[in-house]
């Protein structure tokens, strides 16, 4: 519990304290952000600001996390590393998109393609550590089944070795991609999607807390409640990481709302989705990650039923602009209006999520 603590506090601290600087050196060495000419006009004023602030999410995660484990003596354990992995992976495939547009001074970068290829390289290397290297309890970080509150009983390896172990991957880059498409996606907005991603993020501070206290392998668990016990791995490492990516997001957030002193960039956007899906992964709890991550979700959808719509009536829009958090925008929203309002909607997808969660407990 102190390390957790300790972890987010760090993170919070680092990102607050360092969020103004790396926005200074970015905007001293150009690395500010492109406005698309098609886009709202209010946001033209945002041109130059700088970019690529998912620099210092991820650094005041790693720092925060590996710190609070020092200070406290906490050993760093496999599960947090993997949700490192997938966030520095992702974060530089976002950092070289982010670096294109910012040498070519448009907002063209990596070429689509390219950067779901990054995007499927990560995942299947995650994928593929996450479910070897068991624990003396014969425990895999992730398992072969998918799941929701908990794991379902069918398994990818009931197909056999070679057909579960693909369908497997297949699974993982499909959480991967479009979570971390779906935060970038909602990265339109000052503030947007950071804020949104603290709830999730913390979210699972709170269920991998839980986990963790009811573990099937925790010797203090009281045997009255130990056939609802859980079998996830390293729980209370899950909820630490998870913190310092809530805290480092918080002191970000401060600098990040409107008006933006720094954008997180595609370097940061594809990172914390990508962390959000390794937390989902590895907690047990991948289709839950629908509920908690609501909001992008909703924003992904619109932007998949207006172009639906738009090619099957040739040229008519359900929204008058997607992602979502534009149609109102252009009906005349103020941007902090926008921002505020869908973070109350995540909010409320999260506490969803977490009530569901323990309501399982409880019903068992």
Request: net charge neutral; charged share 15%; with cysteine.
């Amino acid at each position: 519990m102190i390390t957790l603590m300790v972890a987010g506090a760090i993170s919070m601290f680092l990102s607050l304290l360092a969020t103004p600087l790396f926005a200074r050196l970015f905007r001293y060495i150009g690395w500010g952000q492109y406005i698309r000419d098609d886009g709202p006009k209010e946001h033209h004023v945002k041109k130059g600001t700088p970019t690529m602030g998912g620099i210092v999410i991820i650094f005041s995660t790693v720092v925060g996390y590996f710190v609070a484990c020092w200070i406290t003596g906490n050993s760093v354990e496999l599960s947090p590393l993997l949700v490192l992995f997938m966030m520095l992976g992702l974060g530089l495939v976002g950092f070289i998109d982010d670096f294109i547009k910012t040498h070519r001074k448009n907002t063209l970068g990596l070429n689509g393609y390219f950067k779901v290829l990054g995007q499927v390289i990560v995942a299947v290397a995650f994928g593929f550590l996450a479910i070897n290297f068991p624990d003396e309890n014969g425990l895999t970080p992730a398992t072969a089944h998918i799941s929701f509150l908990r794991d379902f009983e069918f398994s990818f390896l009931s197909w056999g070795l070679v057909i579960g172990s693909i369908a497997f991957a297949l699974w993982v880059v499909i959480m991967v991609t479009s979570t971390s498409n779906a935060v970038n996606l909602a990265d339109g907005l000052d503030g947007l999607a950071s804020g949104s991603a603290i709830f999730v993020a913390g979210s699972f501070v709170i269920i991998n807390f839980w986990q963790f206290s009811q573990s099937c392998f925790r010797p203090a668990l009281d045997p009255d409640v130990a056939y609802k016990c859980y079998d996830v791995r390293d729980p209370i490492d899950i909820a630490i990481i998870a913190a310092a990516i809530a805290g480092s997001l918080i002191g970000f957030l401060w600098w990040n709302t409107s008006p933006a002193k720094i954008f997180m960039g595609d370097t940061g956007s594809l990172a914390i989705g990508g962390a959000l899906a390794a937390l989902a992964i590895l907690s047990q709890t991948e289709l839950l990650l629908i509920i908690l991550a609501g909001l992008f979700v909703m924003e992904t959808g619109s932007v998949i039923m207006n172009r639906t719509y738009f090619k099957l009536t040739k040229g008519k829009r359900i929204w008058l602009a997607s992602p979502i958090h534009h149609h109102f925008e252009i009906k005349g929203w103020a941007e902090i209006t926008v921002v505020v309002r869908f973070w109350i909607i995540s909010g409320l997808f999260a506490a969803i999520g977490v009530g569901a969660f323990y309501l399982e407990w409880l019903s068992r």
